[in-house]
Nanobody
Framework: QVQLVESGGGFVRPGGSLRLSCVAS????????IGWFRQPPGKEREGVAC????????HYPDSVKNRFIVSRDNAKNMMYLQMNSLESEDTGVYYC?????????????????WGQGTQVTVSS
């Protein structure tokens, strides 16, 4: 059974950092592009990071570029999202996912598998 389980969400003040983790089971992530998307309250889903199968190529939308870093550990079948300089606009539910491609900022249309999400709240 394919499963992705996120952890590491929580409450943080603006300017703070969080590191999200995601463990995969039922398949091997080393054959997939991986990444993260989020859904802010009352807004559309937004892809925030993807990493290619090799891990050599990563892509981010302008909204998080230079603040978020996606990484993967194929040996542990895990992926991570390091989030720095967090802003209130980063509040939302964050989901890890696999994608059909990672040639630019990830698109919802390219998602294959995704987890149940973890809440991130940035507030003063």
């Amino acid at each position: 059974q394919v499963q992705l389980v996120e952890s590491g969400g929580g409450f943080v003040r603006p300017g703070g950092s969080l590191r999200l983790s995601c463990v995969a089971s039922g398949f091997h992530i080393d054959r997939h592009h991986i990444g993260w998307f989020r859904q802010p309250p009352g807004k559309e889903r937004e892809g925030v990071a993807c990493a290619s199968i090799s891990g050599d190529s990563t892509h981010y939308p302008d909204s998080v570029k230079n603040r978020f870093i996606v990484s993967r550990d194929n040996a542990k079948n895990m992926m991570y999202l390091q989030m720095n300089s967090l802003e209130s606009e980063d509040t939302g539910v964050y989901y890890c996912a696999t994608f059909r491609q990672c040639a630019g900022p990830p698109s919802n249309n390219d998602m294959e598998y995704w987890g149940q999400g973890t809440q991130v709240t940035v507030s003063s």
